[in-house]
T-cell receptor
Framework: GDSVTQMEGPVTLSEEAFLTINCTYT??????LFWYVQYPGEGLQLLLK?????DKGSNKGFEATYRKETTSFHLEKGSVQVSDSAVYFC???????????FGKGTKLSVKP | DTEVTQTPKHLVMGMTNKKSLKCEQH?????MYWYKQKAKKPPELMFV???????INESVPSRFSPECPNSSLLNLHLHALQPEDSALYLC?????????????FGPGTRLTVL
């Protein structure tokens, strides 16, 4: 079945460090790919998305490129801030019903 | 406005109680969802409503009963829950439910079953 695999956390970085969170997927067909962020005690917020191969999603300094050849959608940010500390979920969605399938989440902690 | 609201924010209930969770959106979305999220886990889909009709039930126990009274409202009725049902319950909505649609999530209701 369809699935999403994210790198295990937690990830701890110093402020202004470069961030990469790896995400790979297994799916037939052509899913859409998403990154959601969850701050402590809150619901999920869409961070960015890409709906077809080679699309790049970007928002708030975060970027991810839909790579069909490597079935990947890695999240990157050039310079993280303390306020980026949260749990990040990679997800895919396909088909007419479009249910989201989530990875297990990666917790990011950014230290001043 | 991309807001999905959920009430209550927190709920504590006994195993014999009946309670309801409420979700509301005014974005004109026609697909609405209930998810359950246990601590340190990703959300798990429970139900999907499409155009006010239940389209997906992910084999959820009957002690959870969803209802969609109109296109803006989604309820989750709870009855005879178990302590293992304690979790964060998230509501989401999307334009129509297609694979490219973005799902917008509410802040959740944190449920504790005693």
């Amino acid at each position: 079945g369809d699935s999403v695999t994210q790198m295990e956390g937690p990830v701890t970085l110093s402020e202004e460090a470069f961030l990469t969170i790896n995400c790979t997927y297994t799916a037939t067909g052509y899913p859409s790919l998403f990154w959601y962020v969850q701050y402590p005690g809150e619901g999920l917020q869409l961070l960015l998305k890409a709906t077809k191969a080679d699309d790049k999603g970007s928002n708030k300094g975060f970027e991810a490129t839909y790579r069909k050849e490597t079935t990947s959608f890695h999240l990157e940010k050039g310079s993280v801030q303390v306020s980026d500390s949260a749990v990040y979920f990679c997800a895919l969605r396909k088909g007419s019903q479009g249910n989201l399938i989530f990875g297990k989440g990666t917790k990011l902690s950014v230290k001043p | 406005d991309t807001e999905v609201t959920q009430t209550p924010k927190h709920l504590v209930m006994g195993m014999t109680n009946k309670k309801s969770l409420k979700c509301e959106q005014h974005m004109g979305h026609r697909a609405m969802y209930w998810y359950k999220q246990k601590a340190k886990k990703p959300p798990e889909l429970m139900f999907v409503y499409s155009y006010e009709k239940l389209s997906i039930n992910e084999s959820v126990p009957s002690r959870f009963s969803p209802e969609c009274p109109n296109s803006s409202l989604l309820n989750l009725h709870l009855h005879a829950l178990q302590p293992e049902d304690s979790a964060l319950y998230l509501c989401a909505s999307s334009l129509e439910g297609g694979h490219a649609d973005t799902q917008y999530f509410g802040p959740g209701t944190r449920l504790t079953v005693l």
